[in-house]
């Protein structure tokens, strides 16, 4: 899962979402007084921004950023 977008026209600018993230994958844009989804492959769908967002207008999607591995199983051929 990733975070997949944030609904602008809904957005206040409040910041809180770019403090929330761990990885920094949203960035504030100062000149727009907005957020930027800018780094959307690092995100580890930790639903951070989504929760603490007090307008609701990030969505987060089910789809992979990125591949995941399987953990290793012992026993497991290979
Ligand atoms: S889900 Fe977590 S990692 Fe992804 S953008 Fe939101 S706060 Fe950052
Ligand atoms: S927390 Fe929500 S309302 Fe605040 S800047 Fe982020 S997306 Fe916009």
Redesign the pocket.
């Known amino acids: 899962m990733a975070?997949e977008k944030i609904d602008m026209d809904l957005c206040n600018g409040c910041r809180v979402c770019v403090d929330?993230?761990?990885?920094d994958?949203?960035r504030f844009d100062d000149g727009e007084k907005k957020p930027i989804i800018a780094y959307k492959d690092d995100?580890?769908?930790?639903?951070?921004?989504?929760s603490v967002c007090p307008m609701d207008c990030i969505e987060?999607m089910p789809t992979k950023a990125r591949h995941i591995p399987e953990p290793y199983k012992a026993g497991e051929q290979w």
């Open positions: 975070i929330a993230c761990p990885v994958v949203i995100c580890i769908w930790c639903f951070n921004c989504e987060i």
